[in-house]
């Protein structure tokens, strides 16, 4: 077996004077070193193994804010501003669609100012807050995003929303 094989290859063909007790020996050794060093490898493996997703998400989210910091710089105007925003936000989380709103002083309605969609339509406007279910219109009065993960299943978003949301497939 190996140990055979360990020893012919060390020394050929073991001598005839070797005895069956020194094979055994050297053997015994040889099991010992293999034992330990697969020991060894196998603690550097383990120790070796780091987990490096958050450190990856970082640097991509650096290399985002720099890239979209050299895109809008040419511009001054707010709207090529929120255009070019919303577009490579969209893009780099890959979503289908990316807002931005802002709701009005009287709290009814909202105006969508930038927008991005994959297929090239648009929900930019004004809108009403009513024609949102109640727990989206409570998210976006008190300033967090509004994430729909499926219109298709949010039926808590009414038109004309669920329009400017939802794709054909294909």
């Not at 070797?18 to 034992?35: Q, W, Y």
């Not at 990856?56 to 720099?66: G, N, P, V």
């Not at 038109?159 to 400017?164: E, I, N």
Request: with cysteine.
């Amino acid at each position: 077996g190996l140990l055979a094989t360990v020893i012919s290859l060390l020394f050929g063909n073991p001598p005839d004077w070797m005895s069956v007790l020194e094979l055994g020996v050297i053997g015994a050794v040889f099991s010992i070193a293999f034992e330990r060093a697969r020991k060894a490898l196998q603690q550097q493996l383990i120790s070796n193994v780091t987990d490096i997703t958050e450190s990856k998400q970082a640097e991509s989210e650096a290399r985002f804010m720099s890239n979209l910091d050299h895109a809008v710089v040419p511009f001054a105007e707010p709207k090529e501003i929120l255009t070019i925003t919303t577009r490579m936000l969209g893009e780099y989380l890959n979503v289908d669609s990316c807002n931005y709103a802002e709701v009005e002083g009287d709290q009814d309605h909202l105006s969508i100012l930038g927008n991005y969609d994959r297929t090239g339509s648009t929900i930019a406007g004004r809108y009403r807050l009513q024609d949102l279910g109640e727990a989206e219109r409570k998210v976006l009065l008190e300033n967090h995003p509004f994430v729909v993960n499926d219109a298709e299943a949010n039926k808590l978003l009414k038109r004309p929303y669920r329009a400017g949301y939802t794709h054909p497939a294909g």
